[in-house]
């Protein structure tokens, strides 16, 4: 254990060779290294590691082809917005029940339907001639 208290100091003053470095790396991936003296270590270590991958990701350019694939994606994304947008704005406008009767507008739903469900019967009963029917609703 003295060697490995030698490691964890040496990696924080920053004079560890590469090799001492994957050893200490090593011992606290193992069975032995997950006791919780060690989880400050093993924090901090997992931090510049995590923040080593992340500049190095960033200092690389995207090939050519790589930037083609993002801005696809990124308008097929924009033009998915605007198609949901677009189809939420027209399902509300074309939710809303209006009906004329005697010249007046009536836009309670219940009413509405409760108009259309009449209708629609008498039209299907065989009591009606649909002719009258069309002639009655739309007029000569």
Known sequence: ?????????GY???TLSQDEETALKVFLASEEGQGPEYDEVRAVMGYFAAGRSVEILRSRPLPQ????MWRRI?????SMAIIITLGINIFNQNNICVSFVGGKKITDR???MNDVDNI???LLSDRVDMEEQLESIFGE
């Not at 254990?1 to 100091?9: G, R, S």
């Not at 990124?74 to 924009?78: D, F």
């Open 74 to 78: 990124l308008a097929i994304a924009a």
């Open 110 to 112: 219940e009413v509405v």
């Open 65 to 68: 082809n790589d930037r083609k």
């Open 120 to 122: 629609l019967a008498d």
């Open 1 to 9: 254990m003295k060697k490995i208290d030698e490691l964890i100091e």
């Open 12 to 14: 924080f003053e920053g």
